[in-house]
């Protein structure tokens, strides 16, 4: 856990994993408690400041923005979560295809991710969206499906440097088979490199989510979400700026903290970029003539 140790003394990290604990222990408790019923809608409580009990405040329905956001994190964990691991699956695979496999499977891959990288995921997941409804699952498998093919492009090149080295080659010789030269030690000295690309999915699945939903193509209007909150308050935005900082501002820090915790994540997993494992330049002491 030697990586662990330097990830939490790395102050970009530890703030970066602070953010993300909140948002998964947000969407953790707000299964089973919200201070409000993120649904309720009250009358009487129309445009509530920020105080108490209603920490964040009320929308124009008097619904409290706190218990939104929080069961909105539910949506996020959910994306994030999902189209990461999607997209970590496809990488993997393509990236092992376009890189250890015969010439004319890599040619065909390379050709592939080619053409699929071409189409624009955000414009994939509304054609998906519009044809089957929205639903969170069209927009996971299309954020998986368009940055997993980011991750082999990225991957491909990475594993294909790790597999001239010197100790593959030494393994090859060995007698070890690809599978388990690939296991052994390709996708581990490349891992630095998928975990970046991992990060970078989740936030971009996160910003993907929460922009299908303030246009009204992804989570539908029962299955909270901060884009959807984002949109619903926006156009109160003259009268209320306020409360339309609130879902902009979840939004924006954990895409932020995903993005910041892959790089440090790859810093404290790489010795040889972490700064406080590099050795330090000896001084010579100067020669008096």
Known sequence: MMWFRRLVRNPVGAVA???IVIVVAAAAVSAVWTPFDPRDADAYARWEPPGWPHVLGTDDTGRDILSQIMAGARTTVFVAAGAGLIATMIGVLLASL?????????????????????????????????????????????????????????????????????????AR????????????????????????????????AVLAESGLSYL???????????????????????VHPLSVVWPGLA????????????????????????????PRAVQTPEVIA
């Not at 954990?254 to 440090?264: I, K, M, P």
């Open 173 to 204: 010789a060995s007698g070890l088979t690809r599978g388990q030269i690939l296991v052994r030690h390709l996708l581990p000295n490349a891992a630095p490199v998928f975990i970046v690309q991992l990060s970078w999915s989740m936030a971009a």
């Open 17 to 19: 994993l602070g953010i």
């Open 98 to 170: 376009g890189a250890l496999t015969a010439r004319p499977v890599r040619e065909v891959v390379a050709v592939l991710v080619d053409v699929l990288i071409a189409f624009p995921v955000l414009l994939i997941a509304m054609m998906l969206s519009a044809a089957f409804g929205g639903s969170l699952w069209v927009v996971v498998w299309a954020v998986g499906i368009g940055y997993g093919v980011n991750i082999a492009r990225v991957a491909r090149a990475e594993l294909r440097r790790v597999n001239r080295a010197d100790f593959v080659l030494a």
């Open 216 to 238: 009204g193509f992804g989570s539908s209007v029962t299955q909270p979400s901060w884009g959807l909150l984002l949109a619903e308050l926006q156009r109160y935005i003259t």
């Open 251 to 278: 939004i924006t820090a954990a895409v932020l903290a995903l993005n910041l915790l892959g790089d440090a994540i790859r810093e404290a997993t790489d010795p040889t970029l972490s700064r406080r494992d590099r």
